[in-house]
């Protein structure tokens, strides 16, 4: 990256007019499009049908060995794309591939830019339309399904996707501080990917969660997207990506278990209306339950364990800002309670139907009995 960020141009020129929007500013933009491939990834096999390397977390001094992914995803390095990217033009862009064994797929298409601060704010709001990347990644992620289709359990690409743009710049200049004091109205545009005239109160809510390591290095994060200001912002990318393959994970299941619960709600109004047979056990629906709510419990644990971030604070804290902006612990939470509506409602349906087969049951014993004693009467 080139280290010129930020000349040492002075904050207005002689007719008093802020230069900010005209001052070039360079760095990477950074996309992440998350997919869901399946219910599991075989990586070993996934190794041998493709060539890949086993993606370690980068490391820093400060970043102790203990640190690492459990077990470690698949990096692959596709051919690069030729994407039109807003303000930019026509860009040969790199795109990898990071792929985890629990089918989640992570590609990652980048580009250098060179562009005017308020040109940047443009390429951020335009970025916020996420259809053209969206189809861009898929297309670059198509030969890589298919190759290592084989390796895939139960393979189901699904049609949620989740987008997130990272800023990235080299801290010259000292631009954290010029961005986070002088510019905060600017910052903020940027990580909401929103060119419009934000309130003030806006501003401080897309700027509030930010964390700061060096006297030069800057991370703010929002819901759409991040501006990251390091030397080395490898190990921190690794990290927003890993989080947004997370919350493509939580928003998987909660929708699977939207249709189990419209299901479930079916049910009980038909046993309202009285036409469910007494005889249904519904046990294929309390096990498809079952298996549904071992696949979530499986997913939050092998994305929780998948990335072991004890012992490095920054990116531990890094992981948490992420965290809170994504709403991770409300989805989760969310998740856990459809699992208990569903399993309640399954349940109740299942006691009505062993009430009715008892009940039935009841009935025709009283009525063998009322037979014999006829047939006693008659004479038989």
């Known amino acids: 990256m080139d280290s ?7 904050a207005s020129d002689a007719t008093g007019e802020s230069i ?9 933009v950074n996309v992440f499009v998350a997919f869901d491939w399946g219910e599991e990834i075989h990586l070993d096999q996934a190794r041998s049908l493709l060539p890949s390397e086993e993606q370690a977390v980068l490391r820093r ?12 995803p698949l990096r692959f390095g596709l051919t690069p794309v030729q994407f039109d990217w807003p303000e930019l033009g026509v860009q ?3 795109v990898e591939a990071t792929v985890f064994d629990f089918a989640a797929a ?35 992620a198509q030969r890589l399904y298919d190759g290592i289709l084989s390796a895939i359990q139960a393979p189901h690409w699904s049609e949620l996707t989740e987008e997130y743009v990272v800023f990235e710049f080299s801290p010259e200049n000292g631009l954290a501080d010029i961005v986070l004091s002088e510019h905060p109205s600017w910052l903020a545009g940027l990580v909401r990917l929103d060119t419009a005239c934000l309130h003030s109160d806006e501003v401080a809510e897309a700027i509030r969660l930010h964390i700061r390591y060096g006297q030069q290095d800057l991370l703010v994060a929002d819901w759409a997207a991040a501006v990251l200001i390091d030397v080395n912002c490898a190990e921190t990318l690794q990290v927003v990506e890993f989080a947004n393959l997370q919350l493509l994970e939580f ?3 909660d929708n699977r278990l939207d249709d189990r619960l419209a299901d479930a709600a079916r049910l009980v109004h038909r046993l309202a ?8 056990p519904f046990t294929v629906q309390v096990r498809a339950l079952g298996d549904l709510k071992v696949e979530a419990n499986t997913v939050f644990e092998r994305t929780q364990n998948a990335l072991k971030l004890v012992g490095d604070q920054y990116l531990a804290r890094a992981y948490r800002l992420l965290s809170a902006r994504f709403y991770l612990e409300q989805w989760q939470e969310s998740i856990q309670r459809s699992l208990n509506v569903i399993e309640s409602a399954y349940r109740v349906l299942a006691d009505q139907a062993a009430a009715w087969r008892a009940e039935a049951l009841e009935l025709s014993i009283v009525l063998l009995i009322v037979i014999e004693i006829v047939l006693t009467l008659m004479g038989y």
């Open 20 to 28: 900010w929007p005209r001052r070039v500013l360079r760095g990477v």
């Open 92 to 94: 040969e862009t790199t």
């Open 4 to 10: 010129s960020l930020i000349s040492s141009e002075p």
């Open 61 to 72: 001094r400060r970043t102790p060995l203990s640190i690492g992914y459990r077990p470690a």
């Open 273 to 280: 209306q009285r036409w469910l047979p007494f005889w249904r």
């Open 106 to 140: 992570s590609m990652a298409l980048r580009t250098p830019f060179a562009l005017g601060a308020d040109a940047l704010l443009r390429l951020a709001t335009a970025l916020g339309d996420t259809q053209a990347i969206q189809q861009a990644a898929r297309h670059a």
């Open 251 to 253: 928003r998987e299941i």
